[in-house]
């Protein structure tokens, strides 16, 4: 169970703190270059049952190295551009971007490092390691700073429809042929993936009736179940994202009863690891992290 921009903001990191304490949140995805990231990482500190792993921001987000050092991928803000279409077409085709792509990652890599905290996972925000260079970087520099479990969001329709029955497959089918080429990539590297993940169809929409619901249904296997939680919305947070329901939802009395009634384990990737150099998953009835 993993809250993704821990570090955007104050109103992010108290919803995570909260979340861990009084509800089912096992992990986070901290945003090292956020306006908030500092206590973020102060507030992992003082939980350190908490899962903290690496949310990769080359998207509608602040670079950790200079500007001027990656010029081919911010505005005129200092900002990374928020055209994600045509930022990717410019990283297919530039090397000099693809070097840029390359050193800032390793920038935030090596800034989460320097939190001390243990890495526990990695994804990016708006899921833009589908992009198969993103992809590949964040895997072979992530390597180096001892990644061994990444998202891939690949939903499965099912248990979405169990929960209500009326839900559409188009938005899975658009992204799904470039996640399962991910997946074979992460896998074939060593890395631990987790068999599904829920989050994309009720992004910012995670309520505790569908929370719980996915929890009664959960398969057999490894899921992750992402949010967004924050005690209200915050400077530059989504239009229309319910974040106080999330956290809600997080902490509710129905969904604490829905993890009691399963053979359910929660934690963070790196509870569901063999130990050693292996990213085999520790075999396990339904799990969530």
């Not at 971007?97 to 990016?124: M, V």
Request: one cysteine or more; glycine letters at 8%; aromatic letters at 6%.
């Amino acid at each position: 169970m993993t809250a993704d921009d821990f570090g955007a903001a104050p109103e992010v990191n108290e919803a995570v703190e909260a979340a861990h304490r009084d509800g089912i949140l096992t992990a986070a995805s901290l945003m090292v270059s956020g306006p908030a990231a500092a206590d973020a990482v102060a507030i992992a500190r003082r939980l350190p049952s908490l899962r903290v792993g690496l949310h990769l921001v080359l998207v509608e987000g602040r670079p950790v190295l200079p500007p001027s050092a990656v010029s081919r991928l911010v505005d005129n803000r200092g900002a990374f551009r928020s055209d994600m279409a045509k930022i990717g077409a410019l990283i297919a085709c530039s090397r000099e971007a693809r070097q840029q792509l390359a050193a800032e990652i390793a920038a935030q890599f090596a800034a989460f490092q320097a939190t001390g905290l243990e890495l526990d996972h990695c994804n990016a925000h708006k899921h833009f390691h589908l992009h198969p260079v993103i992809g590949g970087m964040l895997a072979s520099i992530g390597a180096r700073f001892g990644l061994r479990a990444v998202r891939v969001p690949l939903e499965p329709l099912h248990e979405l429809r169990a929960v209500e029955p009326q839900t559409s497959r188009t938005p899975a089918m658009i992204t799904a042929p470039w996640a399962l080429l991910l997946r074979r990539r992460l896998r074939a590297a060593g890395l631990l993936v987790a068999d599904r993940v829920f989050g994309l169809r009720w992004s910012g929409g995670m309520t505790r009736e569908r929370l719980s619901g996915l929890i009664r249904c959960l398969p057999d296997g490894l899921s992750e179940i992402y949010l967004h939680p924050a005690i209200g919305p915050y400077r530059g947070s989504a239009p229309g994202y319910r974040y106080r329901d999330e956290l809600a939802a997080l902490i509710s009395p129905e969904v604490l009863a829905a993890r009691r009634s399963g053979a359910l384990q929660l934690g963070g990737f790196r509870d569901f690891l063999i130990p050693g150099p292996s990213a085999a998953p520790v075999p396990a009835r339904a799990r969530a992290t």
